[in-house]
């Protein structure tokens, strides 16, 4: 799995989603490289709508690829504050730019330590990277 990009950046967890902090309160997720892979090429994503909330180890979002459907899971407690309408017209974005344009939601909390604390509890690079060569 050496070829498999994971930033040291990202937070992690163990179902493949990665999670950036993009404010106090607020974080930006996607599935991680090694999970597009395994997935193949991807045709269709279903979001959640703004400020629906989510639950860590719901599913809140849908990826379908021309080899199966999978739920993405909440990674952290919180609601959606924002989606990635790209998505629409381009699926394949989670497929060739994971970390960038093919990010899936902005999740938002109520207060910062909060968001501190549910992301100390996620893999970090070195973490998740046990997972998938697990």
Known sequence: MTDTNVPAELSYTPEHEWVRKVGPTTVRVGITDYAQGQLGDVVFVQLPEIDSEVEVGESFAEVESTKSVSDIFGPLNGSISKVNDELDS??????????????????????ASALDAQLGDMLDADGYRAVIEG
């Open 90 to 111: 381009s699926p394949d974005l989670v497929n060739s730019e994971p970390y960038d344009s093919g990010w899936l939601v902005e999740i938002s909390l109520d207060d």
